[in-house]
């Protein structure tokens, strides 16, 4: 009956209400964000499904991550658009997707250091960054998106992955690692999930907001 014994339940029930809040309003947001995580509870790993849209982040419970783990959350039945890494399970939220590109980048990097001979990998590095500067200064208070730029970055993508379907074709890298490989096949696939921040400049294409320099999913 003590306070710290009792202090988790106090603030579930003291917040529920600002919590319904919050589901609602990441529920109806144009946009938003969605991450798992992991912590520990009583000994055991728990799963967290973390959703957020603005300054709205909801925290939720799970006992696992994939499609268990995002019922009874905001995204079921979620009409806006998503930024996400590629965990299969919010891809298939909505058919609005955004691939977050922070995510791409480090297996681009990760590909640079175990395919030294890539040079796809090179310039998607550039490409994923040029593409994230130039999104942050449209988003600056006199910022305006540029249709010429936004034009190139697009036949940019289009020539970096045409390149890397080129390399590709000489040789698939070893079992050992694929991950760049793997990354090539979604952004030439889902080449949407990729640039839809281009075509609509409200969508975030990374999980970190540029201007508060915190993350968007655990404000860290």
Not at 10 to 27: D, L, M, N, P, V
Not at 107 to 134: F, G, Q
Not at 136 to 159: A, F
Request: hydrophobic share 30%.
């Amino acid at each position: 009956e003590g306070l710290v014994c009792s202090l988790s339940h106090q603030f579930s029930k003291k917040t529920k209400g600002k919590r319904r809040k919050i589901f609602r309003a990441i529920h109806t947001a144009s946009t938003a964000h969605a991450d798992f995580t992991f912590t520990r509870a009583n000994g055991k790993t728990a799963t967290i499904l973390i959703c957020a849209s603005g300054n709205d982040v909801l925290y939720q419970v799970k006992k696992k991550k994939g499609d268990q783990g995002t019922k009874n959350s905001p995204l079921v039945n979620y009409k806006g658009t998503l930024t996400t890494d590629h965990e299969a399970a919010f891809v298939k939220v909505t058919s609005k997707h955004q691939e977050c590109l922070i995510h791409a980048l480090r297996h681009d990097r990760a590909t640079i250091e175990n395919e030294p001979d890539s040079i796809w990998a090179v310039k998607m590095e550039k490409w994923i960054v040029d593409a994230l500067a130039y999104w942050n200064e449209v988003h600056k208070p006199d910022g305006q998106p540029d249709p010429k730029r936004t034009k190139e970055l697009l036949n940019e993508y289009d020539s970096i992955i045409e390149l890397a379907g080129k390399e590709y074709a000489n040789g698939i890298p070893k079992k050992y690692f694929r991950d760049g490989y793997n990354l090539y096949k979604r952004m030439r696939d889902k080449k949407e999930d990729y640039v839809r921040f281009l075509h609509n400049m409200e969508v975030c294409p990374q999980n970190k907001d540029p201007i508060k320099n915190r993350c968007l999913i655990c404000g860290a």
